[in-house]
């Protein structure tokens, strides 16, 4: 045999910065050291043993081959029924809601069907890590726009950054990682902004049922106008506490869900048929859902009580399970250290993991700012300030 048969191919990146991200890194480093992993977003309780029987019922009963292409209909008429009552927007869960692996795979699918080579889509920055390797990948260019210190939007900048070659905005409210949420002015200027130059908006609401204080959440959806032109995001496994199980769904009007679909059908085609019957079954009650909030401001603000003891600076949390935190004042002489240097150190020396909020960048940005996950049961949160305290 020639060698040459066994030489395997070199392959041009399509995405040659890419490497592991910085979430499975934490995690990995957490467990090695034994930290308290407030790293990677996900609980460290279990969901609702009630879902997990809803959803072993459905296997039981046979429910284990492919569902319909865009998702159980059980499911889909549940999903149009929350968003009326709680947005006041009308979908119809025949033609206007599919059912997704994750909202991962609903962002992607629909940056893919509406995007062609050469064409930009904006990014505010900080933003979650899926976003600009999606849009490259789409052969698109992402073009991001950073937040002001405060993490609120700078819509002067988003507008002067807009060209003719934009052709989608990517909006995430609640905001992963800086906990802000979309103010009624906000989604005015988005509307605004997305009418006047024909955008497609693609609005990730995962953490759509935690925010804080009495506030509403603010869905694109609930302006007409808006959800015209977007594909509004969210995810059952942030709502129900099952990240792994990566459900989500994605609700567009007909003529953009009809090509979205064309993409999904071919890249992911079904979804999960006993977990789709068992989340049917579970979100006729709405009480989980709006529940959730309050559990989670809870947690939250235990967090945050802790936290005021020590020097950290604390940055204002409306929304999500993730609180940013300022290490600059801290008695240590690290607190000089890179974002990723210092969370690193937090983590092997002090025994509590963090994100790096410079990983939330495409290009360098220091801000000396570490971001902490507080979907933990409380005594792993206690266990984490006790640590934490000591600086
Ligand atoms: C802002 C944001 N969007 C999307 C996702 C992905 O959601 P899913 O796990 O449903 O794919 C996450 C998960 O952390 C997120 O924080």
Redesign the pocket.
Known sequence: MNDLTVMTPQLQSRLPRVGTTIFTIMSALASETGAVNLGQ?FPDFDCDPALVDAVSQAMRAGFNQYPPMAGLASLRQAIAKKIENLYGAQYDWNTEITITA???QA?FDAILCCVRPGDEVIVIEPA?DSYIPNILVAGATPVTVAVDADFNIRWDAVAAAITPRTRAILV?SPN?PSGRILQDRDLAILESIACEHDLIVIS?E?YEHMVYDGQPHRSACRSPALAARSFVIS?F?KTYHV?GW?V?YCAAPAVLMSEFRKIHQFDTFTVNTPVQHGLAAYLADPLPYQNLASFYQHKRDLFRTGLANTRFGLRPCEGTYFQLVDYGDLAVPERTLPEAQFAQWLTREIGVAAIPLSSFYDQPHEQGVVRFCFAKKDETLKLALERLSRL
Do not use: H
């Open positions: 977003g994750g909202a991962t962002i979650y995430n992963n990730d995962v995810s496994g990240t990566k989500a």
